[in-house]
C-alpha cells in the first residue's frame, strides 16, 4: 500500500510517498545463501507467503554465478579416508586458526548431506565412471572433495535452488536496492529500499530480516566480481544497524586472476578458476621458470591461496613478469578432450579471446577475490540485534585469515540452511510485535535524506569518488601492506569523505544514485578495513605486513570493530575457542595433500 508521511512523525512534506511490503521474514540477497534459507524455511513449514527475497540485480543473476571451480563435501567418492573432521582440520589451518571451529564444524558436517541434497534436487555434478558425484584436488587440501558441475559449478547450485524455490512458490522481487535496515536500538523492524526500476521507494515491515547480500572485494580496484556486485552493502548495512564486523583485514587475493592489459579492461581481474591448478595446471614466469618450486616446492601450485598469490606479485615485482604484468598459467600438457570436459568455460572463455588452452598458456594476476570477514554472528547466524541474521559472505567466522578454495560455496548452502532452522523456530515461537510507529517514523528519516540525495546538485561525481575508494584500498591494504599504507589509506579516506557530503545526483533511477548509495557502503567498510589492519601487528593469512612479517602467537585473536557513541568505531578483540577433540585428532594427524599426486 502506499503511504506519506503522518501527522505524528513530525516530519516535513517532503517525505515522498512509498510502498509498504510486510512479510514475517525478509531475505536481502537471492545468491545460493539467501535462495537455501528461504528453501528451507518453507520445508520446516513457514508459508511461502510470509517470505520475500530481495535480489539487487534480476533473479539468478546473482554473484554465485561466479563461483566457478567447485564446493566442499568430504564424500570420500575418490578418498574414502577423508572425512568432515580432516575438512574441519584443513578449514582450520588454511584460516590459520583464527576461524569460529564451531561455525567451522557446523559446515563440514553437514556438506556431504547437503551434496547428496542438491544431487537428488537435479544438479548436474561432474561424475566419475561409476556414475557417483566426482571430486577434484583443490589448493591446501588433502584430499580430492571438491565436487562440481565442470567449471560452472556455482551457475549449476543457484539454478538448482532458484528451481527449488520456484516450485516451492517463494516470492521474490527484482532490482531493489536497500539502503538502510531499521532497528529500535535492539532488534531488527524492518528495511528501506528503491526500486531501481521505477525510482519508487519501499519500506519492508518484516519480524526477521536475513542479510545474505555477499561481500565487499569489488571495493578493490581489481577484482574477481562484477563493478556492481559485492560493494560491501551487507556489513554495511549491519554496522549501520549497530551489530559489530570482525575479521575485516583479511581480504583474500586469489593467485589467477586474467590480465586486463592483454585481454581488456572488461575482463581485468576476473577469475581463472583454481579449477584449472587444480586439474594440474602449472605456473610459469616470464622467463620459462616453474617458480612455486622457490617459493612451496611440496605443495606447489597447490598450495594456500595466500602463498601463490604472493609469490605471483613477487615475480611480477621483481621484474620476472610477463610484458602485461602477469604470469603464465599453463595446462596444455593435458589433452584437449580433458580440457574441454573439465574446465568447459574456461576453455571457452578464452577461445572467443584467441587463446587455445590446449596449445598455449594464458596470463594471470592476483585479484582481490573474497573477504573473509563480514558480520559477526552466533552459532545460528544472529547478530547482536534480535532478529537480524547473516550469511554467505556477509557473515564472518568460518574461513578465519584465508579462505580454504571450495569452501565459499559450501558456506552458502550450510548456513542458509542453518539460518533457516533457526529463523522457522523464531518464528514458530513468537508473539506478533505490537505497532507503535517505530518503523514508519525511523523510516521516514531515512527516505527525507535519499530525498535530499537524488537530484543533489553538488560538485563531486560519486562514481569518481568510489573508484578513488578502489584505488586506495587496492594501494593501502592490498597483497602487501605496511603502517605507512594504512596512515595515508585513513587519510585520503577522510578526504573521501568530506567529498561525499557534496555529490553531483540523479534522480533514484540513475546509475549515480546507486553510485551514491554504493559509495555511502564503501566508505564504512574501507574504513573498518583499515583500521583493522592497523591493529593486527603481524602477518597471518591474507593479511601480510612488511612492517611486521612474522605471525605472532599472542594474536591469534579476531579483530572486532563496532559504532562507538561519539562516531568513532571501537575496536576490541576476541579470543577463538578450541576445536573439538575429533578435530584436534585430525590436525594433530597431520593430514596434508601429497602434490606429486597430480603429475
Known amino acids: 500500500m502506499k503511504q506519506t508521511a503522518t501527522p505524528e512523525s513530525s516530519l516535513s512534506a517532503d517525505v515522498p510517498e512509498y510502498e509498504t511490503i510486510e512479510r514475517r521474514v525478509l531475505v536481502i540477497g537471492a545468491g545460493a545463501a539467501g535462495?537455501?534459507?528461504?528453501?528451507e524455511l518453507v520445508e520446516q513449514g513457514i508459508d511461502p507467503d510470509d517470505l520475500l527475497v530481495i535480489g539487487k540485480r534480476g533473479h539468478g543473476d546473482a554473484h554465485t554465478t561466479w563461483a566457478r571451480g567447485g564446493i566442499n563435501g568430504a564424500l570420500g567418492t575418490l578418498d574414502p579416508e577423508d572425512d568432515w573432521t580432516v575438512h574441519a582440520a584443513d578449514t582450520l589451518n588454511e584460516g590459520h586458526h583464527i576461524n569460529d571451529p564451531g561455525k567451522v564444524e557446523t559446515v563440514t558436517k553437514r556438506m556431504p548431506g547437503l551434496l547428496r541434497e542438491l544431487d537428488e534436487w537435479g544438479m548436474s555434478f561432474s561424475r566419475t565412471p561409476d556414475g557417483d558425484i566426482d571430486q577434484r584436488y583443490f589448493g591446501a587440501q588433502s584430499f580430492r572433495r571438491t565436487a562440481f558441475a565442470g567449471d560452472y559449478t556455482g551457475e549449476a547450485?543457484?539454478?538448482?535452488?532458484?528451481?527449488?524455490?520456484?516450485d516451492r512458490s517463494i516470492p521474490y522481487r527484482e532490482n531493489v536496492f536497500i539502503s538502510r535496515l531499521i532497528t529500535d536500538g535492539d532488534r531488527v523492524l524492518g528495511a528501506v529500499g528503491t526500486d531501481l526500476d521505477t525510482g519508487e521507494f519501499v519500506v519492508f515491515d518484516a519480524e526477521v530480516v536475513i542479510l545474505a547480500a555477499g561481500g565487499y572485494t569489488s571495493l578493490y580496484r581489481r577484482h574477481s566480481s562484477r563493478d556492481d556486485e559485492n560493494t560491501g552493502d551487507g556489513p554495511a548495512l549491519a554496522y549501520q544497524a549497530g551489530a559489530t564486523l570482525m575479521d575485516m583485514e583479511f581480504v583474500q587475493f586469489h593467485p589467477t586472476g586474467m590480465v586486463g592489459d592483454r585481454y581488456g579492461e572488461l575482463w581485468d581481474g576476473r577469475l581463472v578458476t583454481?579449477?584449472?591448478?587444480?586439474?594440474?595446471?602449472?605456473?610459469?614466469?616470464?622467463?620459462?621458470?616453474?617458480?612455486?618450486?622457490?617459493?612451496s616446492?611440496?605443495?606447489?601450485?597447490?598450495?594456500?591461496?595466500?602463498?601463490?598469490?604472493?609469490?605471483?606479485?613477487?615475480?611480477?615485482?621483481?621484474g620476472r613478469g610477463t610484458e602485461h604484468g602477469g604470469v603464465f598459467l599453463d595446462i596444455s600438457h593435458r589433452d584437449r578432450s580433458f580440457i574441454e570436459a573439465r574446465l568447459p568455460r574456461m576453455y571457452e572463455r578464452f577461445a572467443e579471446l584467441g587463446v587455445d588452452m590446449a596449445e598455449e598458456p594464458v596470463e594471470v594476476a592476483p585479484t582481490a577475490h573474497y573477504g573473509m570477514g563480514g558480520v559477526h554472528v552466533d552459532d545460528n547466524g544472529e547478530t547482536a540485534i534480535a532478529g537480524l541474521y547473516a550469511i554467505g559472505e556477509t557473515m564472518a567466522g568460518v574461513?578465519?585469515?584465508?579462505?580454504?578454495?571450495?569452501?565459499?560455496?559450501?558456506?552458502?548452502?550450510?548456513?542458509?540452511?542453518?539460518?533457516?532452522?533457526?529463523?522457522a523456530d523464531r518464528l514458530?515461537?513468537?508473539?506478533?510485535?505490537?505497532?507503535?510507529?517505530?518503523?514508519?517514523?525511523?523510516?521516514?528519516?531515512?527516505?527525507?535524506?535519499?530525498?535530499?540525495?537524488?537530484?543533489?546538485?553538488?560538485?563531486?561525481?560519486?562514481?569518481?569518488l568510489l573508484k578513488m575508494v578502489r584505488s586506495l584500498l587496492w594501494e593501502q591494504t592490498g597483497i602487501?601492506?605496511?603502517?605507512a599504507g594504512f596512515e595515508a589509506g585513513l587519510r585520503r579516506i577522510d578526504t573521501i569523505r568530506t567529498q561525499a557530503a557534496d555529490l553531483a545526483v540523479g534522480d533514484e533511477q540513475s546509475r549515480s544514485y546507486e553510485f551514491a548509495l554504493n559509495l555511502g557502503?564503501?566508505?564504512?567498510?574501507?574504513?573498518?578495513?583499515?583500521?583493522?589492519?592497523?591493529?593486527?601487528?603481524?602477518?597471518?593469512?591474507?593479511?601480510?605486513?612488511?612492517?611486521?612479517?612474522?605471525?605472532?602467537?599472542?594474536?591469534?585473536?579476531?579483530?572486532?570493530?563496532?559504532?562507538?557513541?561519539?562516531?568513532?568505531?571501537?575496536?576490541?578483540?576476541?579470543?577463538?575457542?578450541?576445536?573439538?577433540?575429533?578435530?584436534?585428532?585430525?590436525?594433530?594427524?597431520?593430514?596434508?595433500?601429497?602434490?606429486?599426486?597430480?603429475?
Open 35 to 39: 535462495a537455501r534459507a528461504a528453501i
Open 274 to 295: 583454481e579449477a584449472v591448478r587444480g586439474e594440474g595446471g602449472q605456473l610459469f614466469n616470464a622467463e620459462g621458470e616453474r617458480f612455486m618450486e622457490r617459493y
Open 428 to 464: 514458530q515461537a513468537q508473539v506478533d510485535r505490537p505497532d507503535d510507529g517505530t518503523l514508519s517514523q525511523r523510516a521516514e528519516l531515512h527516505l527525507r535524506d535519499l530525498v535530499t540525495l537524488a537530484n543533489s546538485d553538488g560538485e563531486n561525481d560519486p562514481e569518481a
Open 157 to 166: 547450485i543457484l539454478n538448482t535452488l532458484v528451481s527449488q524455490a520456484q
Open 297 to 318: 616446492p611440496d605443495q606447489m601450485e597447490l598450495d594456500a591461496r595466500d602463498v601463490v598469490a604472493r609469490a605471483i606479485a613477487k615475480e611480477i615485482a621483481e
Open 521 to 599: 557502503f564503501a566508505l564504512i567498510v574501507a574504513d573498518s578495513i583499515l583500521r583493522s589492519a592497523r591493529e593486527r601487528p603481524e602477518s597471518r593469512g591474507a593479511h601480510f605486513r612488511t612492517d611486521y612479517p612474522e605471525t605472532e602467537a599472542e594474536w591469534q585473536r579476531n579483530i572486532l570493530f563496532q559504532r562507538g557513541s561519539i562516531g568513532s568505531p571501537n575496536l576490541s578483540t576476541a579470543t577463538p575457542e578450541a576445536p573439538s577433540e575429533a578435530v584436534q585428532k585430525a590436525l594433530d594427524a597431520g593430514y596434508e595433500l601429497d602434490y606429486h599426486q597430480l603429475e
Open 399 to 423: 574461513h578465519g585469515a584465508n579462505r580454504l578454495g571450495g569452501n565459499s560455496l559450501a558456506e552458502t548452502v550450510a548456513y542458509g540452511q542453518v539460518v533457516g532452522e533457526a529463523v
Open 480 to 483: 602487501l601492506r605496511d603502517e
